[in-house]
Structures are given as structure tokens and as C-alpha cells.
């Protein structure tokens, strides 16, 4: 079974700084990596994924994300924040072959004017 | 509308009771899922549903049970509910991805129960 680790629980960044969010997964089989954004009050929505081909994913709102192989990583990274991007983010994981994710702790992000 | 709705959104009740949580889509997928979210631990698997006659534990299913009435519509029930469900729980969908597709989720808003 898969499973991830969100190495920051809070990151505190102040507006147009750049922010980065640590993401692990264990695994011994081929996977899918996804991260989600919670904004406050709200559900999960997709920022991006990763399925194959290019390691360097781009999703949505300025975000991207690169998956390492070899430190079993998915870091998510963004040049410059908003004070809108202050929202938590969780990393997911599953194998190609299966049906559910598994979830991190998540991460919250704060950004300050 | 949003794609899928959960309700209540948000309800107090006390040990013991039973309570309901709802969850509709009008995304047309076959598979729905109900996840719990608590602080500091993710999002975990109650129960999932690949169909209407399909019906699986997930990773944390003692103390919830749930219905699949119709491809749009799946319940969760807790029938005596305790405390420690009080939690931040989401229905989600996904359509069946096929070939080297992926398992993507639509969440809804949530539906916040607190147990006293």
C-alpha cells in the first residue's frame, strides 16, 4: 500500500514570495501523484497530477510540481503567492492499478501582505 | 448547482443518535467515495462504491455503514454515533479512468458533524 508524508504541516510566506510544499510517498509499484487544494470552507479540488512522461507537471492557479523517481518526491512549488493561495494542500498517491488515493496530513499554507 | 452536494452541511447531535450524511452528483460517475478529514491526519477511506451493487470498506469503516440508493446518490449512516466521529466528512465521485487514466476526484463542499 501507498503512502505519503507532507514534511510541513504550516508554511508561513509572505505575498510574491516563492513557496514550496514537501511531499514523500513509499511505494514499490508504478503510481499516480496528485495534489489538491482546500480553500477555507470549501472541498478538494485538483491542482495537478501526474500520470507519466514529462517529470515537471503545470496545473492550475501558477502551480507545478516535479516528480522525482529516485527520492520517491512530488514537490509543489510556485514562484510567486497570493494572498488568494492561502488554502491547505494535500499531497495524494495511488498505484496505476488502483482504485483509491491515500491522502497526507496536508499542509497549510498562510500567506501574509 | 454544484456538481456534488452533501448535506447537511454542517450538524450538532448528541451520543448515541443516529444520523445520516447525503451525497448526490450530477457528474454521471459510476464511483463515490466517503472520506473522512481530521486535523493533522489527511483525509481517510470510509466506504467506496465502484456501482449501485457495489459496495466496499475502505480503511476506517467500523462504526458507518452506507447505501448506494441510485448511481447518483450514496448515504453515509452512523448508526450510534460516538465523539470521536466528529469530523469533517466528504463525499466524493470519480469516473472510471480506463486505460492509463487516473482515479480523479470531485469532492464536494463537506458536511461537518460534531458529536457532543
Known amino acids: 500500500a501507498q503512502s505519503v508524508t507532507q514534511l510541513d504541516s504550516q508554511v508561513p510566506v509572505f505575498e510574491e514570495a516563492p513557496v514550496e510544499l514537501r511531499c514523500n510517498y513509499s511505494s514499490s509499484v508504478s503510481v499516480y501523484l496528485f495534489w489538491y487544494v482546500q480553500y477555507p470552507n470549501q472541498g478538494l479540488q485538483l491542482l495537478l497530477k501526474y500520470l507519466s512522461g514529462s517529470t515537471l507537471v503545470k496545473g492550475i492557479n501558477g502551480f507545478e510540481a516535479e516528480f522525482n523517481k529516485s527520492q520517491t518526491s512530488f514537490h509543489l512549488r510556485k514562484p510567486s503567492v497570493h494572498i488568494s493561495d492561502t488554502a491547505e494542500y494535500f499531497c495524494?498517491?495511488?498505484?496505476?492499478?488502483?482504485?483509491?488515493?491515500?491522502f497526507g496530513a496536508g499542509t497549510t499554507v498562510t500567506v501574509r501582505a | 448547482d454544484a456538481d456534488v452536494t452533501q448535506t447537511p452541511r454542517n450538524r450538532i447531535t448528541k451520543t448515541g443518535k443516529r444520523i445520516m450524511l447525503e451525497c448526490s452528483q450530477t457528474?454521471?460517475?459510476?464511483?463515490m467515495y466517503w472520506y473522512r478529514q481530521d486535523p493533522g491526519l489527511g483525509l481517510r477511506l470510509i466506504y467506496y462504491s465502484f456501482d449501485v451493487k457495489d459496495i466496499n470498506k475502505g480503511e476506517i469503516s467500523d462504526g458507518y455503514s452506507v447505501s448506494r440508493q441510485a448511481q447518483a446518490k450514496f448515504s453515509l449512516s452512523l448508526e450510534s454515533a460516538i465523539p470521536n466521529q466528529t469530523a469533517l466528512y466528504f463525499c466524493a465521485t470519480s469516473d472510471y479512468p480506463g486505460g492509463a487514466g487516473a482515479n480523479v476526484l470531485t469532492f464536494g463542499a463537506g458536511s461537518r458533524l460534531t458529536v457532543l
Open positions: 457528474k454521471g460517475h459510476d464511483r
Open positions: 495524494a498517491v495511488s498505484g496505476s492499478n488502483d482504485y483509491k488515493l491515500s
